[in-house]
């Protein structure tokens, strides 16, 4: 059905967190998940923007930790 999906981590943080699909969606971005590898409430991370190349992920705290992401496409 022409689905695709896109996983990584970025180093995120409450001002950087800037992910590139290892490859871009051909027409929508569905959907990006995004989880810390922390428990802290302040590291839990959000996904503030996608689109068919990237997706943006904040967390609140001004120290990064590492996020992973799932995107589902096509």
């Not at 896109?6 to 992910?19: C, E, I, P, Q, T």
């Amino acid at each position: 059905n022409g689905l695709k999906m896109n996983w990584g981590w970025v180093s995120a943080n409450s001002s950087d967190g800037n992910a590139v699909f290892s490859s871009a969606f051909a027409t929508t971005c569905y959907s990006v998940t995004a989880t810390s590898n922390t428990a802290v409430d302040t590291y839990q991370a959000g996904v503030i923007a996608m689109n068919l190349g990237n997706t943006i992920i904040r967390t609140a705290n001004a120290a990064s930790t590492n996020v992973f992401y799932m995107a589902i496409g096509k």
